[in-house]
């Protein structure tokens, strides 16, 4: 198809021919001859052919300029029917071939993609099943203006980001259900910050269950130096004592604490 360009030629326009001046004047003396007139009620049949002259004197001008105007507009319609009529032809044709162009695109794209996921699924070998191409994977690399070699380099960079990743978080929590909370919590959204948040939630509730054992185990050694404590109490009814009072509160602090004197023993 050659290429075309659309001339228009500027028109000359010539000056309007008309009696300006007469009818400025006219005017003029008309507009001064009925200015600030006042009507007496025998003179308003005068009034009425005074009227009457200076509507039809507007209506004439008006009448001139739109007559006046369709000469010089007449011709920008029939240009603006035509240029219409040719600009929707072209965007028709146009369409049909932007259809079978993006189709064509979209074919490239999709065959681009499938081989960036087989390079994908080779590199990242099981990080591929935890970890879907669809969540690291950026729609830029399909565009013409990345080469296939600068998406396959950044989608290995990424790879190997997210599998160091994932070695540190292993290297920082305890094996089992930590590391697997944590994991879990890393790769909701690939976020180490996340994944740290989860990592101090599970330290916080494993200090938590530890000091609830180490309080359940004062509890429990409590319990037994009481029981040796009321024994020691009983005793005190047949051993006499000589010279010194129990003090209840030394014998409970030395059951919590240390060892107590026995009477029937002699041994502390």
Known sequence: MEELTVQIQKPIIPPLVWNKEAVEQFVNDAISKYTGRVYTADMIDGAKKDRAKLNALEKQLAKAFTATKNVYLDPLAELETTTKDLRQKIKATSTEIDVQVKAYEDAEKADKR???????????????????????????????????????????TIIEEKRLELDDLADDCEPGEEYEAVRRAYLKNLSMKEARAALKQEDAETADLVQTGDDATVRGDLVVALDRFEWQIGVTNYVQVSHEEVDVSAAANDACGGRVFCPLTGEN
């Open 114 to 156: 499938a081989k960036l996921e087989a390079v994908y699924t080779q590199a990242a070998g099981p990080l591929a099943v935890l970890v879907p191409i669809d969540k690291i994977f950026d729609t830029r690399w399909l565009n013409k203006t990345t080469p296939f070699s600068t998406a396959e380099k950044e989608l290995k």
